[in-house]
């Protein structure tokens, strides 16, 4: 397969290399045959060519099997008008590609780490995938706009939009993804106030009532936020829209208390089957700790374990590394975002030695 990688600013070149040791492995050991690219993306590529991401990339991108994106940004590059900041990058790959199930694990690693996780008895082991549909509703709907009126009053327009087409194909994804876990998918609308809510879940139990292997229920998605805070571990894989989803994986985010250990993919489905997907951490390019060596390179070796998972359809070596992953952590081995006071430290490579020394093990 062929893998675009786009390392982008701050932390995001070096906690893609400590990713790419991890790739080197798996094609040395364990037969996977990975051809690796690069290119430049966000302020990287502003500061070569003008823009967040060119065609040229773009058109790399296109003829790739998935992409590992380190991060973007900068205060280099804050002053610039949003529609050409680095985080457009991101953006272009999404929508040009039509990658429309963005991947959220929310997955809590307090037993691992020892830590005192915010509430440790609601978070401990919890372990959920939210699926968020990422290409259309109300940050893509038209008409909008903010007009002035005569009177010098201003009024803004969004517009939350859903095709029943756009509804199925991430519930597709869901419901795939689901079939890998427990089996079980939390759909989640506002059916009782919003017409593209009636439609959600119109849509959702006709496709539900398609694929009985799956235990469909549904929520409001105010009721999900709040049982997100009272009891996380009922959920296992929920669906949603783009708002909701933006919102509610967050918040599940933060539940788990691991910024620098979160994965993330924004994915769709192949012609042919297979999965397309742009596989990246949840952080940012982290400006204040860039250039030390100390990042914590886990979120972006787990995205790659879910590259593995969904795009190279290797299940077997993704858990392999999940599981190397969560050995170098049990066994203590901590970057200093993790580190309880008094801990000892390693580096990025550090934590990357250990993982594959563990990988070596298994
Ligand atoms: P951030 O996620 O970069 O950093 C927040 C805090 O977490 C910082 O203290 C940072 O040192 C720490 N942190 C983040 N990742 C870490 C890691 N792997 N290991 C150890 N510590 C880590 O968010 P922030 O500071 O709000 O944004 C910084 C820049 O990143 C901005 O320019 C922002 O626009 C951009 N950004 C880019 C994203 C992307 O490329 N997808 C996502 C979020 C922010
Ligand atoms: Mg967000």
Same mark, same amino acid.
């Given at each position: 397969?062929?893998?675009?990688?786009?390392?982008?600013?701050?932390?995001?070149?070096?906690?893609?290399d400590?990713?790419?040791?991890?790739?080197?492995?798996f094609?040395?050991n364990?037969?996977?045959?990975?051809?690796i690219?690069?290119?430049?993306?966000?302020?990287?590529s502003?500061?070569?060519?003008?823009?967040?991401?060119?065609?040229?990339?773009?058109a790399?991108?296109?003829?790739s099997?998935?992409?590992?994106?380190?991060?973007?940004g900068?205060?280099k590059?804050?002053?610039?008008?949003?529609?050409?900041?680095?985080?457009?990058?991101i953006l272009?790959?999404?929508?040009?590609?039509?990658?429309?199930?963005?991947?959220r694990?929310?997955?809590?690693f307090?037993?691992?780490?020892?830590?005192?996780?915010?509430?440790p008895?609601?978070?401990?082991?919890l372990d959920?995938?939210?699926?968020?549909?990422?290409?259309?509703?109300?940050?893509?709907?038209e008409?909008?706009?903010?007009v002035?009126?005569?009177?010098?009053a201003?009024?803004?327009t969004?517009?939350?939009?859903?095709?029943e087409?756009?509804?199925?194909?991430?519930?597709?994804?869901a419901?795939?993804?689901?079939?890998?876990?427990?089996?079980?998918?939390?759909?989640?609308?506002k059916?009782?106030?919003?017409e593209?809510?009636?439609?959600?879940r119109?849509?959702?139990?006709?496709?539900?009532?398609q694929?009985?292997?799956?235990?469909l229920?549904?929520?409001?998605?105010?009721?999900?936020?709040?049982?997100l805070? *009272?009891?996380?571990?009922?959920f296992?894989?929920? !669906?949603?829209?783009? @708002?909701? +989803?933006? $919102?509610?994986s967050?918040?599940? %985010?933060?539940?788990?208390g691991?910024?620098?250990l979160l994965?993330?993919?924004?994915?769709?489905?192949?012609?042919?089957?297979?999965?397309?997907?742009?596989?990246e951490?949840?952080?940012?390019?982290?400006?204040?700790?860039?250039?030390?060596?100390i990042?914590?390179?886990?979120?972006t070796?787990l995205?790659?374990?879910?590259?593995l998972?969904?795009s190279?359809d290797a299940? *077997?070596?993704?858990?392999?590394?999940e599981?190397? !992953?969560?050995?170098? @952590?049990? +066994?203590? $081995?901590?970057?200093?975002?993790? %580190?309880?006071p008094?801990?000892?430290?390693?580096?990025?490579?550090?934590?990357?030695?250990a993982?594959?020394?563990?990988?070596?093990?298994?």
């Amino acid at each position: 397969m062929k893998l675009l990688v786009l390392p982008g600013d701050g932390i995001g070149p070096e906690i893609v290399d400590q990713t790419l040791r991890v790739v080197n492995w798996f094609t040395e050991n364990a037969g996977l045959t990975i051809e690796i690219d690069y290119g430049l993306a966000g302020g990287a590529s502003i500061d070569d060519c003008g823009v967040p991401l060119s065609d040229e990339v773009f058109a790399k991108a296109k003829a790739s099997d998935a992409v590992l994106f380190g991060a973007v940004g900068g205060p280099k590059w804050d002053a610039l008008p949003r529609a050409s900041r680095p985080e457009m990058g991101i953006l272009r790959l999404r929508k040009g590609l039509d990658l429309y199930a963005n991947l959220r694990p929310a997955i809590s690693f307090s037993a691992l780490l020892g830590a005192s996780a915010l509430r440790p008895e609601i978070v401990r082991d919890l372990d959920i995938l939210i699926v968020r549909e990422s290409t259309a509703g109300v940050y893509f709907g038209e008409p909008r706009g903010i007009v002035t009126s005569a009177d010098g009053a201003r009024a803004a327009t969004d517009t939350q939009a859903y095709h029943e087409n756009e509804i199925r194909r991430v519930c597709e994804v869901a419901f795939e993804l689901a079939r890998a876990r427990n089996s079980r998918v939390c759909s989640v609308d506002k059916a009782n106030v919003m017409e593209t809510g009636a439609l959600w879940r119109a849509v959702t139990t006709e496709f539900g009532n398609q694929n009985p292997d799956i235990e469909l229920s549904h929520m409001y998605a105010d009721n999900c936020a709040m049982q997100l805070v *009272r009891a996380p571990k009922q959920f296992d894989v929920i !669906v949603t829209d783009n @708002l909701f +989803g933006d $919102i509610l994986s967050d918040q599940a %985010a933060a539940l788990t208390g691991s910024l620098g250990l979160l994965p993330s993919a924004t994915i769709a489905h192949g012609a042919a089957g297979q999965n397309f997907g742009v596989y990246e951490p949840i952080h940012g390019s982290a400006p204040d700790i860039a250039g030390k060596g100390i990042a914590n390179p886990i979120a972006t070796i787990l995205s790659f374990a879910m590259c593995l998972r969904i795009s190279l359809d290797a299940s *077997r070596e993704a858990a392999l590394l999940e599981e190397a !992953v969560r050995l170098a @952590l049990s +066994g203590g $081995i901590r970057t200093p975002d993790i %580190a309880a006071p008094g801990e000892k430290t390693v580096s990025s490579a550090g934590m990357t030695d250990a993982i594959l020394s563990r990988l070596n093990d298994l």
